[in-house]
């Protein structure tokens, strides 16, 4: 995500609504997020749909981190033959 420039990159809701057209062909264009405000505080921030995928990538995959780390500490894990056993056991039962 691109650094958000106060200069430019931060409206009044206002002035989003007359120029929504402009502001989302740029987020799209230039990936450039937008802090949206009402009064005179944030209220919304705009992200491209790609950047938006991301995001939600990159908090999943965090997540999937955090479930390790988690597992790791209270034990609960596999070692590599059990892991292959319990794949093995899993598509045999697929294909019945």
């Given amino acids: 995500m691109r650094t958000i420039l106060v200069s430019k990159d931060i409206v009044p809701v206002g002035k989003f609504k007359s120029n929504l057209a402009k502001y989302l062909k ?28 991301e995001l939600r990538q990159t908090k999943s995959f965090i997540d999937s981190i955090s479930r ?18 319990e794949i093995q056991k899993a598509r045999s039962e697929k294909a019945k």
């Fill in 26 to 53: 740029e987020i799209q264009d230039k990936n450039n997020p937008l802090v949206i405000t009402q009064n005179g505080k944030p209220a919304g921030v705009l992200i491209s749909p790609r950047e938006f995928d």
């Fill in 68 to 85: 390790g780390l988690s597992d790791l500490e209270i034990g609960s894990i596999l070692s590599t033959a059990q892991l292959r056993r």
